[in-house]
């Protein structure tokens, strides 16, 4: 019981000194302060402030070298695609250069969805396939009757790993997996802004064409979609950051 509450609270520091790197709060140096004073300001022990490091080490979000303070990387080098919710936190909000990595990210998640639902018409026998139609359905229904909670987009990442399953594509199953975890982390920016009408739209077609294995349809129709999608997205977040630039400090 111990030992589960120590990990509870390095996980706890290590998302606010994530956070706080990401923000911009940390030193022009990217030195972190030593572990004795994170620990007197988490009133931890020292020992979960360590642990804490260590994961944002393995992350790839700051060095640690012998007799030396943790500093932290610089984000254009630390970023991964499980850490673009870093980017988008950051310091200064929807910044055009941390739209591009937002943009990257809807990008390939498109190209993902396509080549899967592609490749699974294309090869996945009958019994493979009834799972992919039975999770477009789930993501169809989970749209059509949201509460504007957006819970649905859960059902939509299933769709993805089903669609991995059914195409025998196991490495972009880790790929879908990603795309998620990346989701994740940006969730509470990103979903007041998803339109569960706008994914209706293509979920419902997306049935049509998976019915009919329609690869001509899916591959020249249901990018568009997607993107319409995305683009409502981004221009929320455009128009967000004009009013911040606009409305100045106080």
């Given at each position: 019981?111990?030992?589960?509450?120590?990990?509870?609270l390095a996980?706890?520091?290590?998302?606010?000194?994530?956070q706080?790197?990401?923000r911009?709060?940390?030193?022009?140096?990217g030195?972190?302060?030593?572990?004795?004073l994170?620990?007197r300001?988490y009133?931890?022990?020292?020992?979960?402030?360590r642990e804490?490091?260590?994961?944002?080490?393995?992350?790839g979000l700051?060095l640690?070298?012998?007799?030396?303070?943790?500093?932290a990387v610089?984000?254009?080098?630390?970023?991964?695609?499980?850490?673009?919710?870093v980017?988008?936190?950051?310091r200064?909000?929807?910044?055009?250069?941390?739209l591009r990595?937002l943009?990257?990210?809807?990008?390939?998640?498109?190209?993902?969805?396509?080549?899967?639902?592609v490749?699974a018409?294309?090869?996945?026998?009958?019994?493979?396939?009834?799972?992919?139609?039975?999770a477009?359905?789930?993501?169809?229904?989970?749209?059509?009757?949201d509460?504007?909670?957006?819970a649905?987009?859960?059902?939509?990442?299933a769709?993805?790993r089903?669609a991995?399953?059914a195409?025998?594509?196991?490495?972009?199953?880790?790929?879908?997996?990603?795309l998620?975890r990346?989701?994740?982390?940006?969730?509470?920016?990103?979903?007041?802004?998803?339109?569960?009408?706008?994914?209706?739209?293509?979920?419902?077609?997306?049935?049509?064409?998976?019915?009919?294995?329609?690869?001509?349809a899916?591959?020249r129709?249901?990018?568009?979609?997607l993107?319409a999608?995305?683009?409502?997205?981004?221009?929320?977040l455009?128009?967000?950051?004009?009013?911040v630039?606009?409305?100045g400090p106080?």
């Amino acid at each position: 019981m111990e030992q589960l509450e120590r990990a509870k609270l390095a996980r706890r520091i290590e998302e606010d000194l994530e956070q706080a790197i990401s923000r911009g709060e940390i030193h022009p140096s990217g030195v972190l302060p030593p572990e004795q004073l994170l620990a007197r300001r988490y009133g931890v022990a020292r020992g979960t402030v360590r642990e804490a490091l260590l994961r944002l080490a393995a992350r790839g979000l700051i060095l640690q070298r012998q007799g030396r303070k943790a500093r932290a990387v610089p984000l254009e080098y630390a970023l991964t695609l499980e850490s673009v919710g870093v980017a988008l936190h950051a310091r200064g909000g929807a910044r055009p250069e941390r739209l591009r990595l937002l943009e990257g990210y809807f990008e390939l998640k498109r190209e993902t969805a396509v080549a899967l639902l592609v490749r699974a018409c294309e090869h996945a026998s009958k019994r493979e396939f009834e799972p992919l139609l039975d999770a477009c359905f789930m993501l169809r229904d989970g749209t059509r009757w949201d509460d504007g909670s957006n819970a649905w987009v859960g059902r939509e990442f299933a769709l993805l790993r089903t669609a991995a399953a059914a195409a025998n594509r196991p490495g972009h199953l880790l790929l879908v997996q990603s795309l998620e975890r990346a989701f994740r982390a940006m969730e509470e920016v990103l979903r007041p802004l998803l339109m569960s009408q706008a994914v209706l739209h293509w979920a419902n077609r997306t049935m049509d064409w998976l019915y009919d294995r329609n690869v001509e349809a899916l591959s020249r129709d249901l990018p568009p979609l997607l993107m319409a999608c995305d683009e409502h997205v981004l221009g929320c977040l455009t128009a967000s950051e004009r009013t911040v630039e606009h409305s100045g400090p106080g």
